[in-house]
């Protein structure tokens, strides 16, 4: 269960880490808000998580989460780079999170 709350953590991480885009530095309300929501629980999510699973593996899979994810919308939404050699990394760090969940131990 801690996994799927770590997941659900990074898939928060990825909607403030791309809610950032939309609040223009903070000046838009709504983007803002929304933006800081998200935040919160992807924090108090990846808090609750590292109640059982070990700190290092959860950051690492968490802040993975939120870069592969927020690089995929970054292609989609702001048309960033769609180059195979980005792709190719951020398909590693998808190998990385996916090693992590593997080779923890009792988790």
Wanted: glycine letters at 10%.
């Amino acid at each position: 269960m801690n996994w799927i709350i770590l997941i659900i953590a990074g898939l928060f991480e990825i909607a403030w880490a791309v809610g950032i885009k939309y609040t223009e530095g903070f000046s838009k309300l709504i983007p803002s808000v929304f933006t800081i929501i998200c935040m919160i629980i992807s924090m108090g999510l990846l808090a609750y998580a590292v109640k059982q699973i070990p700190v290092g593996t959860a950051y690492a899979v968490w802040t993975g989460i939120g870069a592969v994810g927020t690089a995929i919308f970054g292609m989609i939404l702001f048309n960033e780079s769609k180059e195979f050699v980005r792709i190719f990394f951020i398909f590693l760090i998808v190998v990385g999170i996916v090693g992590l969940k593997i080779f923890s131990a009792n988790e």
